[in-house]
C-alpha cells in the first residue's frame, strides 16, 4: 500500500491513534476537488498535498495578478500572467511527489459542474460568486459528494460542510437561497487580510481530512464562523429547508 518513502513521510500522522494506517489508506485514496486556486485554494492544496490526499482536481479559469499576492501564497512576481490552477498543481506535485495533482483551467458554470467534479469524493469550494457555488452544491448533491464551502472578507472566515441529499441535512442552497445573482462580499471593494486566508483555508484542510478519516466531530451540517478583528469564533446549526428546490425529497 505505502513505500518505505511514503511511510516516512506520513510517520506523524500513521502514529496518531485517530488516524493510523487505515486513515492514510482513505487519504491515498481520495479524490479532492479544489474549486478556486485563490486565497483559499492554495493553503488547501499545500495541506492536502502534503497530508497525501491521492488525487487533487484544481479548477480556476483566472491568471495570478500582483494584487492577489499578498495571500494567495502559492504564487510569486515570477507567476504573474500563469494560470493559477497550472501552478498551484505544479507546487502540489513539489510538495509530494506520491500524488497526482491536475489542472483545469476552466471555471465552473451549470452546464459543465458535472463533468469537472466528476470523481471526486469530496469538493472544496473557495471560489467567489455565487452561481459558481450553486452550481458545484447542485452537483455534489446529485452526486452524494460531500460540499465543504469556505468563505473570506475583510476579516472574516467562515466554513461549512454540506451532505443535503441526507434527509435530515442541508444543502448549500438551504442556507443561501437559490439566485445565482445574489451579491456576496467582494475582496477588491472591502479588502481581506492576507494572513486570514491561510486561517481558512487551513481550517478547510483539517475539515476536509476529517471528514475523510472519520476523525473527530464532523462539520456536518454546522458553519464555523471566525471573526479575527476581534478574535471571535462561533459554530452555528444550519437548518434544512423543505422547500430548497435543490435538495427536498
Known amino acids: 500500500m ?3 518513502a511514503e511511510l516516512d513521510r506520513y510517520a506523524r500522522h500513521i502514529i496518531l491513534p485517530q488516524i493510523g494506517g487505515a486513515g492514510q489508506a482513505r487519504l491515498k485514496a481520495a479524490h479532492v476537488a479544489v474549486v478556486g486556486a485563490g486565497g483559499i485554494g492554495c493553503p488547501v492544496v499545500q495541506y492536502l498535498a502534503a497530508a497525501g490526499v491521492g488525487r487533487l482536481t484544481i479548477i480556476d479559469d483566472d491568471q495570478v495578478e500582483l494584487s492577489n499576492l499578498h495571500r494567495q501564497i502559492l504564487f510569486a512576481d515570477t507567476d504573474i500572467g500563469a494560470c493559477k490552477a497550472e501552478v498551484a498543481a505544479a507546487a502540489a506535485r513539489r510538495i509530494n511527489p506520491h500524488i497526482e495533482a491536475v489542472p483545469v483551467a476552466a471555471r465552473i458554470a451549470a452546464d459543465n459542474a458535472d463533468a469537472l467534479l466528476a470523481g471526486a ?6 471560489c467567489d460568486n455565487f452561481a459558481t457555488r450553486l452550481a458545484v452544491n447542485a ?3 446529485a452526486g452524494r459528494i460531500t460540499l465543504l464551502s469556505a468563505a473570506i472578507g475583510a476579516f472574516d472566515a467562515q466554513i461549512a460542510s454540506f451532505e ?4 435530515d441535512q442541508p444543502c448549500y442552497a438551504c442556507l443561501v437561497g437559490s439566485d445565482p445573482a445574489r451579491e456576496g462580499v467582494n475582496c477588491a471593494e472591502v479588502g481581506v487580510l492576507g494572513a486570514l486566508a491561510g486561517h481558512a483555508g487551513t481550517l478547510a484542510a483539517v475539515e476536509a481530512i ?6 473527530g466531530r ?3 451540517g454546522h458553519m464555523v464562523i471566525n471573526d479575527l478583528l ?3 469564533w462561533r459554530e452555528v446549526r444550519i437548518a434544512k429547508d423543505p422547500e430548497c428546490a435543490t435538495c427536498r425529497k
Open 2 to 4: 505505502f513505500s518505505d
Open 121 to 126: 469524493t469530496l469538493v472544496i469550494d473557495g
Open 139 to 141: 452537483v455534489c448533491v
Open 164 to 167: 443535503g441529499w441526507r434527509m
Open 210 to 215: 476529517r471528514a475523510i478519516t472519520g476523525f
Open 218 to 220: 464532523p462539520l456536518t
Open 230 to 232: 476581534d478574535r471571535r
